[in-house]
T-cell receptor
Framework: SQQGEEDPQALSIQEGENATMNCSYK?????LQWYRQNSGRGLVHLIL?????REKHSGRLRVTLDTSKKSSSLLITASRAADTASYFC??????????FGEGTQLTVNP | DTGVSQDPRHKITKRGQNVTFRCDPI?????LYWYRQTLGQGPEFLTY????????KSRLLSDRFSAERPKGSFSTLEIQRTEQGDSAMYLC?????????????FGQGTRLTVV
């Protein structure tokens, strides 16, 4: 079953704009991860945020985590056409397997 | 190391046939996972191995599915008597467990089409 739910399901923006994607989850976690998937390809790990962290940066990515609301957001600043992809949040379950949301399809128009 | 590799990348098979996919994880990773992904959905967990032991199987993994990881290295996923509903992307991932945090490295996937 899917634990996370991403919002919006699809997002279309112009190059240079910022993109914000949100994720909600249901159970307690010790970390939350974001992955990117280009069309028809495997997933690439972007960033991991621990449950005791509220915000984390990596290049043009900024992730926030609100454990009281069981939600996270991924902000991509100064977007580029190459950022066009699906973005998934994932939370670890038993055995460190990951439970993924349904993803946000981001389209960055040049 | 070139990362997680999966073979084949694409497989078209007739309904009722058996198919087998292979995954070669990153060599030092002790955990290996199989996921299935259908169009427009996130990956869904199927099973995982720690070294050669299969520790968990999802209820999605029907009796027609079997996975092995002999010697704790590469893994195979076999689907017997394929059905059209098996059409999906099958993703393999590996990880090195580290203090309860797991960053999974995914392969490019095997896209299965059952006709």
């Amino acid at each position: 079953s899917q634990q996370g739910e991403e919002d919006p399901q699809a997002l279309s923006i112009q190059e240079g704009e910022n993109a914000t994607m949100n994720c909600s989850y249901k159970t307690s976690i010790n970390n939350l991860q974001w992955y990117r998937q280009n069309s028809g390809r495997g997933l690439v790990h972007l960033i991991l945020i621990r449950s005791n962290e509220r915000e984390k940066h990596s290049g043009r990515l900024r992730v926030t985590l609100d454990t009281s609301k069981k939600s996270s957001s991924l902000l991509i600043t100064a977007s580029r056409a190459a950022d066009t992809a699906s973005y998934f949040c994932a939370t670890p379950a038993s055995g460190s397997r990951l439970t993924f949301g349904e993803g946000t399809q981001l389209t960055v128009n040049p | 190391d070139t990362g997680v590799s999966q073979d084949p990348r694409h497989k078209i098979t007739k309904r009722g046939q058996n198919v087998t996919f292979r995954c070669d994880p990153i060599s030092e990773h002790n955990r290996l996972y199989w996921y299935r992904q259908t169009l427009g959905q996130g990956p869904e967990f199927l099973t995982y191995f720690q070294n050669e032991a299969q520790l968990e199987k999802s209820r999605l993994l029907s009796d027609r599915f079997s996975a092995e990881r002999p010697k704790g290295s590469f893994s195979t996923l076999e689907i017997q008597r394929t059905e059209q509903g098996d059409s999906a992307m099958y993703l393999c991932a590996s990880s090195l467990t580290r203090g309860g945090e797991t960053e999974a490295f995914f392969g490019q996937g095997t896209r299965l089409t059952v006709v």
